[in-house]
């Protein structure tokens, strides 16, 4: 079992910065995925930002050159430090952690708001 908790959540304003925090504990060890999802009011949730156990990232078009992703093995947490926010980047955010193999397995944190409005 591995427990996600996000943080850094909160109101801004245009073209201001967040930097959101995922602490993980339990088997950690045996992740090789992490992302960060939102979801939107009225919108399916969506990956924002991947990062694999070889450092290997990935970012939905809309964010690139202002999001980036970013894993601390030895703290067993990840980030998402998120630059030129826009009010379309509102939604909940959450953290997701899982084991791609012959069956996937994944867990989700509970969730942090970010608001971007002036």
């Known amino acids: 079992q591995v427990q996600l908790v996000e943080s850094g959540g909160g109101l801004v304003q245009p073209g201001g910065s967040l930097r959101l925090t995922c602490l993980a504990s339990?088997?950690?060890?045996?992740?090789?995925?992490m992302a960060w999802y939102r979801q939107a009011p009225g919108k399916e949730r969506e990956r924002v930002a991947l990062?694999?156990?070889?450092?290997?990232?990935n970012y939905i078009d809309s964010v690139k050159g202002r999001f980036t992703i970013s894993r601390d093995k030895a703290k067993d947490t990840m980030y998402l430090q998120m630059n030129d926010l826009k009010p379309e980047d509102t939604a909940v955010y959450y953290c997701y952690a899982g084991i791609w193999g012959a069956r996937k397995i994944e867990w989700w944190g509970q969730g942090t708001q970010v608001t971007v409005s002036s």
């Open positions: 990062i694999t156990n070889g450092d290997n990232t």
């Open positions: 339990g088997s950690v060890f045996s992740v090789n995925a």
